[in-house]
């Protein structure tokens, strides 16, 4: 049987896979093992959501099973993702549950948990939730039943932390932000405009409906259009649960998660705060960031696929500063995951402090072309232990030498396997990648 929890708690077709049944036995265990592991006092959870429809079904599920188990809810409404993990640790509880897909389509929803202080819950105690769902436990009565209260401040409390997390004010900035019809569309224009800048806020009218439909970080051109029409300095996109965001620059280029950590790469080396001169990032961050950083003298280190990993490196190391190409970059000093608005704030304000555009700040690293191939094969292990795909690849490395890049990588839940290539033009990085598909696909 698949493991019920994925890279980014438990995803699926809402009311289909992710069903209230589920949502309801999830968290009535998820209450339990938390009470198993701490008896000194009644479970306390903060329970936030984004906009899309099947988010009150299951809000209204995962509260049942708190409370069935015990545990208190405190209810904070639409928020983004960050939001919650935030309020985790500032609401002292001992548990956030996020109910979203982030920038999955509307049918879809899922369960994010987060540990006490705002953390991604351990991987064993993942399991032991896991295990509980078909084994319920014994259900309290009377005054042992959780209670649900609504916590009215709570956008207030996240917009604050924003505010203080951020260095410098963004006074004279002029920025549109897509909401993408999600969880930021209240907190995004409030925090940018209380820190100064003047805000064009679009896709900020969520029905439970429009969430990411043609808009946000996964579809640029809306706010490509608003920033040349209004003339603006930039735009922000975000996802559906604002855990990321993308930008682009006041002529409508992309300024994407790689180039955003190498900005602020450099402001936190400049102020002091990037650790051991450290950034984290995935291996599929572009080779532009990597020469980027070895031109300034900074560290590179790089992690499997996936925030959780990031997150990984980050604790294990003590570092400051990581992310991915998607936009997803964490701050672990004002933030345990990844936070979109805070990151869009953070890069406003080197903006501001130096004076110079975005485009002129991203300017400092060069995106090689990427080209991906999915290749469909029979046998993933078979591919890895191929002595010619080693050789097909081994070639190509060497024509590119250190003007390109070679990333083969197994999918983790489909017989694919992805072929990318970099290179300094993407005639180039095609050819290649498309060269060594045909080998893959030939031994697998």
Not at 88 to 104: F, K, R, T, W, Y
Not at 206 to 211: H, S
Not at 306 to 312: A, P
């Amino acid at each position: 049987m698949a493991r019920l929890f994925g890279t980014d708690g438990v995803r699926g077709l809402a009311n289909g896979d992710l069903t209230p049944e589920l949502a309801l036995a999830v968290s009535a265990s998820a209450a339990r093992v938390l009470a198993a592991h701490d008896s000194s006092h009644r479970p306390i959870a903060v329970v936030g959501r984004d906009p899309r429809v099947s988010g009150e079904m299951l809000q209204a599920a995962v509260c049942a099973g708190l409370t069935s188990a015990g545990a208190d809810v405190m209810q904070v409404g639409v928020l983004p993702t960050p939001a919650i993990a935030h309020l985790v640790g500032d609401l002292d509880a001992d548990l956030g549950v996020m109910i979203s897909a982030s920038h999955n389509p509307m049918p879809d929803n899922g369960i994010k948990l987060f540990a006490a202080g705002g953390h991604k819950l351990p991987d064993a105690i993942e399991d032991e939730i896991e295990a509980g769902v078909d084994a319920p436990g014994p259900r309290p009565t009377g005054a042992g039943v959780g209670r649900i209260y609504d916590i009215s401040d709570s956008l207030d409390r996240y917009v604050t932390h924003l505010l203080s997390s951020t260095p410098y004010r963004l006074d004279g900035l002029r920025v549109v932000v897509d909401c993408a019809n999600g969880a930021a569309w209240a907190a995004a224009p409030r925090a940018y405009r209380e820190a100064g800048a003047e805000v064009i806020a679009i896709h900020a009218l969520p029905d439970g409906e429009n969430i990411n439909d043609g808009c946000g970080s996964t579809h640029l051109d809306a706010v490509r259009e608003a920033v040349l029409a209004e003339r603006a300095d930039l735009g922000i996109a975000h996802d559906g649960d604002a855990d990321r965001c993308l930008a682009v620059d006041a002529s409508g280029d992309l300024v994407d998660g790689d180039q955003i950590m190498a900005v602020l790469a450099l402001a936190m080396k400049e102020a002091g705060e990037l650790v051991e001169d450290t950034l984290v990032a995935t291996v599929m961050s572009n080779l532009g960031l990597h020469l980027a950083m070895r031109d300034h003298g900074l560290e590179l280190r790089t992690t499997a696929v996936g925030d959780r990993y990031v997150l990984e490196e980050l604790r294990a190391g003590g570092f400051s500063l990581g992310g991915e190409q998607s936009g997803h970059v964490v701050l672990p000093a004002y933030a345990t995951t990844g936070d979109g608005l805070l990151t869009a704030m953070r890069l406003m304000a080197r903006m501001t402090s130096t004076g110079r555009t975005l485009a002129e700040l991203a300017g400092v690293m060069r995106r090689l072309p990427q080209v991906l191939v999915n290749v469909k094969v029979a046998d993933k292990a078979a591919v890895a232990s191929s002595v010619s795909v080693s050789e097909a690849v081994a070639a190509v490395e060497s024509e590119l030498g250190d003007t390109g890049r070679v990333l083969l990588r197994p999918s983790g839940t489909e017989q694919l396997v992805r072929v990318m290539v970099e290179a300094p033009t993407h005639d180039t990085a095609e050819t290649a990648a498309h060269r060594l598909a045909s080998v893959v696909s030939s031994v697998g």
